[in-house]
């Protein structure tokens, strides 16, 4: 007869066997991953795990924090939490020798713990101090460092090589992490996390209904937005290419014929919006590229990885 403890021993090697088997089959899931995204498989788990968490542990913990405290409370906290994080933006504009960004920053900082009680009010913005965002990553990615392959990170999401490494540098840099006692700290991090995943409620149900596949809608808008960021909102530089996800949309003639001759061609916007209009009278499935910032130059996601609404911003995950 087995006793209890072995029992338990034996209940918990299954257990990491079946985690194991898990990772295993994750990673095996995808035999031919796409350019950029060699860790798919992994990555595809990971984002899975975290996602699970995030449904059954952070979100419903968001949910009670929005039901128990009051909206003016909850900007309070966004703004103390902002106005820390400040604190190594500004080191990194300085470190990109960004010096009216990094003054500016500067002068948020004094002017918000000052004025704003602690940082409790935005005081900065309504003094027409433009608020940035920086970090170690992309101080490495400005002096040349390639970005990796994309990583999926246990419980902080997506992220490459580079900002792996940089976010590390972020937690030094961060006043939080020398509050003392170690306790004080880690409730203050946690507040933060919570709080952020609060402030971002709204934006997650609207993911929930719009992409076909959230991994890749996550990991395309990650990596489009740091590339926006890295090159200062310009999108200067490609963006990694994923293969050939979907077929871009066709606008063609209505009657699938060439115009006449001695009638002028429409310009292609104005082509494009003649023929969008029968299509969408039709009931035609083909669905316009995103466009995640909204600028005539900012790369589009593949129109077969969304549905109706064709067009939000889907914000940043990320940590002050």
């Known amino acids: 007869m087995q006793t209890p403890r072995k029992s338990g021993v034996r209940a918990f090697q299954a257990g990491k066997l079946a985690v194991a088997a898990a990772l295993?089959?994750?990673?095996?899931?995808?035999?031919?991953p796409t350019k950029g995204d060699p860790f798919e498989g992994l990555n595809r788990t990971m984002f899975t795990v975290n996602d699970k968490l995030d449904q059954y542990a952070l979100k419903p913990v968001a949910k009670g924090y929005v039901f128990i405290t009051p909206q003016p409370v909850r900007d309070s906290v966004t703004n103390f939490f902002s106005n820390?994080?400040?604190?190594y933006i500004a080191a990194n504009n300085l470190?990109?020798?960004?010096?009216t960004d990094g003054v500016e920053d500067i002068m948020r900082i004094v002017i918000n713990t000052v004025f704003g009680v602690g940082g409790l009010f935005d005081v900065a913005t309504l003094?027409?101090?433009?608020?940035?965002?920086?970090?170690?990553?992309?101080?490495?990615g400005h002096y040349g460092v390639p970005a990796g392959p994309y990583l999926v990170l246990p419980l902080f999401g997506p992220s490459?090589?580079?900002?792996?490494?940089?976010?590390?540098?972020?937690?030094y840099v961060n006043p939080l992490s020398y509050i003392d006692p170690p306790g004080l700290s880690w409730?203050?991090?946690?507040?933060?996390?919570?709080?952020?995943r609060a402030n971002l409620?709204?934006?997650s149900d609207v993911l929930e209904g719009a992409a076909l596949d959230k991994y890749s809608f996550v990991r395309n808008a990650y990596l489009q937005r740091r590339q926006y960021l890295l090159s200062d909102g310009k999108q200067s530089q490609a963006l990694p290419n994923y293969g050939d996800e979907a077929p871009l949309p066709k606008y063609e003639d209505v009657e699938g014929s060439a115009p006449a001759s001695g009638t002028a061609a429409a310009t292609p916007p104005q082509a494009a919006s003649a023929a969008a209009?029968?299509?969408a009278a039709s009931g035609s499935s083909e669905t316009p590229p995103l466009d995640l910032n909204g600028g005539p130059e900012t790369t589009q996601i593949p129109a077969g990885q969304l549905v109706p609404p064709s067009r939000f911003n889907f914000p940043s995950f990320k940590l002050h």
């Open 201 to 203: 409620l709204s934006a």
């Open 24 to 32: 295993l089959a994750g990673c095996t899931t995808v035999q031919t």
């Open 277 to 279: 209009a029968p299509a």
């Open 95 to 99: 470190l990109q020798l960004k010096i």
């Open 127 to 140: 003094a027409k101090l433009p608020k940035h965002e920086n970090d170690l990553g992309l101080t490495l």
């Open 187 to 196: 409730a203050l991090y946690s507040l933060n996390v919570i709080n952020t």
């Open 84 to 87: 820390i994080g400040d604190v």
């Open 160 to 171: 490459t090589v580079r900002d792996a490494v940089g976010s590390i540098g972020n937690y």
